[in-house]
Nanobody
Framework: QVSLVESGGGLVRPGGSLTLNCAAA????????MSWYGQAPGKERELVAL????????TYVDSVKGRLTISRDNLKKMVVLQMNSLEPEDPARYFC???????WGQGTQVTVSS
């Protein structure tokens, strides 16, 4: 069965860091571009980071570029989002998504507060 399970969310102070993980199963992970979406309360979900399947090329939304780093491990079938310099204005919930598929994780919460 296809599954995408995020982990690593939690409470972090402004300027702090978190590492989000997405464990994938049930599809050809190594041939699928993977991405992270972020969503703030009352706002639409938006793509924040993407990594390609073959060349490991990455793209980021302007608001997080330089603070987030997406990576993948095809042997472990995991995609990782390293998050630095977090601020309260950043999205509060992050979802893992398999590119060009209907496969989504359940999301993991990130709360930035002092």
């Amino acid at each position: 069965q296809v599954s995408l399970v995020e982990s690593g969310g939690g409470l972090v102070r402004p300027g702090g860091s978190l590492t989000l993980n997405c464990a994938a199963a049930g599809f050809t992970f190594d041939r699928t571009a993977m991405s992270w979406y972020g969503q703030a309360p009352g706002k639409e979900r938006e793509l924040v980071a993407l990594i390609s399947s073959i060349n490991d090329r990455t793209t980021y939304v302007d608001s997080v570029k330089g603070r987030l780093t997406i990576s993948r491990d095809n042997l472990k079938k995991m995609v990782v989002l390293q998050m630095n310099s977090l601020e309260p204005e950043d999205p509060a919930r992050y979802f893992c998504h398999a590119g060009r598929t209907p496969y989504w994780g359940q999301g993991t919460q990130v709360t930035v507060s002092s």
